[in-house]
């Protein structure tokens, strides 16, 4: 009765207009919290759940520890995915996965187009491993996705994560004379002195490792990666001078080529330390601004 009394109430001393039902409200997207910062915090195994769900997660995380083995049609290199993303994606500033799955569907300027989580996995299996892409609805791509979203339990839709990609560096010119003796200091003993990988470590050029379209060809993304993960056993023992040195030396190596490069960045956004030249504009120096 009260609902009715005041719904004639408003009528009676309404205009026509006033009392023309309301248009229906704009739908509202789902709150991001954009410019949040969470700590990393990576769930241990205690925590995987039991059942079918466990057991996505725990397939999930095999398979990007053990790509090449698990799934040589689609990576047929020597790198597996945790060559990069670190202690199964849980370390900080070595491009965790923890946080991954609560950004995702996301913009990627790389394609020009917005991305869902497949694509992204996708293209590291295209670029990164050099091999090809993954049925997006298949249940390998499932349980990986499974896996990220596991570890990204807690983390708020749009939020960052501490220590998630890599860490920004002031951009610096590499000197590859400096970089192949350091890298023969440094590295050659668990990469191999012809950077084909050994039984500890992946190849860093050649034929098995990454190709020219993957991230880890620009200068300064290997930079970040060397300096505050490399050496293995001492990350952080080199300066941002000596990572530029061995990354400038690493990107300059051969490695297989990637079809359609040419069609990255379309926007002519492309960062000014790609390695090769795309159709919206062309390479810039690597150690402009």
């Given at each position: 009765?009260?609902?009715?009394?005041?719904?004639?109430?408003?009528?009676?001393g309404?205009?026509?207009a006033a009392?023309?039902?309301?248009?229906?409200?704009?739908?509202?997207?789902p709150t991001k919290?954009?410019?949040?910062?969470?700590?990393?915090?990576?769930?241990?195994?205690?925590?995987?759940?039991?059942?079918?769900?466990?057991?996505?997660?725990?397939?999930g995380?095999?398979?990007?520890?053990?790509?090449?083995?698990?799934l040589?049609?689609?990576?047929?290199?020597?790198?597996?995915?945790?060559?990069c993303?670190?202690?199964?994606?849980?370390?900080?500033?070595?491009?965790p996965?923890?946080?991954?799955?609560?950004?995702?569907?996301?913009?990627?300027?790389?394609?020009?187009?917005?991305?869902?989580i497949?694509?992204?996995?996708?293209?590291?299996?295209?670029r990164?491993l050099?091999g090809?892409?993954?049925?997006?609805?298949?249940?390998?791509?499932?349980?990986?996705?499974?896996?990220?979203a596991?570890?990204?339990?807690?983390?708020?839709?749009?939020a960052?994560?501490?220590?998630?990609?890599?860490?920004?560096?002031?951009?610096?010119a590499?000197?590859?004379?400096?970089?192949?003796?350091?890298?023969?200091?440094?590295?050659?003993?668990?990469?191999?002195?012809?950077?084909?990988?050994?039984a500890?470590?992946?190849?860093?050029?050649?034929?098995a490792?990454?190709?020219?379209?993957?991230?880890?060809?620009?200068?300064?993304?290997a930079?970040?990666?060397?300096?505050?993960?490399?050496?293995?056993?001492?990350?952080?023992s080199?300066?941002?001078?000596?990572?530029?040195?061995?990354?400038?030396?690493?990107?300059?190596?051969?490695?297989?080529?990637?079809a359609?490069?040419?069609?990255?960045?379309?926007?002519?956004?492309?960062?000014?330390?790609v390695?090769?030249?795309?159709?919206?504009?062309?390479?810039?120096?690597?150690?402009?601004?």
């Amino acid at each position: 009765m009260l609902a009715a009394s005041l719904i004639g109430c408003r009528r009676a001393g309404s205009s026509d207009a006033a009392s023309a039902p309301a248009a229906p409200a704009a739908p509202v997207a789902p709150t991001k919290a954009v410019g949040l910062v969470v700590p990393l915090r990576a769930p241990n195994d205690s925590e995987i759940p039991s059942g079918a769900l466990g057991t996505s997660v725990r397939r999930g995380r095999a398979l990007l520890a053990a790509t090449r083995d698990s799934l040589p049609a689609f990576a047929p290199g020597k790198l597996r995915c945790v060559s990069c993303h670190l202690d199964e994606g849980r370390r900080a500033n070595a491009s965790p996965f923890v946080g991954v799955y609560a950004r995702y569907p996301n913009y990627n300027a790389r394609s020009g187009h917005p991305y869902t989580i497949q694509d992204r996995i996708n293209d590291c299996f295209r670029r990164s491993l050099n091999g090809r892409a993954l049925p997006a609805d298949g249940s390998d791509m499932r349980d990986m996705v499974v896996y990220f979203a596991w570890l990204s339990h807690g983390v708020p839709v749009g939020a960052a994560v501490e220590g998630q990609g890599l860490p920004k560096l002031t951009p610096l010119a590499g000197d590859t004379a400096s970089g192949r003796a350091l890298f023969g200091e440094q590295c050659a003993r668990c990469h191999g002195a012809d950077g084909a990988g050994t039984a500890v470590a992946p190849p860093l050029w050649g034929r098995a490792s990454f190709n020219i379209g993957a991230g880890m060809s620009r200068l300064r993304t290997a930079a970040a990666f060397i300096r505050y993960n490399m050496p293995f056993d001492r990350p952080g023992s080199l300066t941002d001078q000596q990572a530029f040195d061995v990354a400038a030396f690493v990107t300059s190596r051969p490695r297989p080529d990637f079809a359609g490069k040419e069609n990255d960045w379309p926007n002519g956004d492309a960062p000014p330390d790609v390695a090769y030249r795309t159709r919206a504009a062309p390479r810039k120096s690597a150690g402009s601004q």
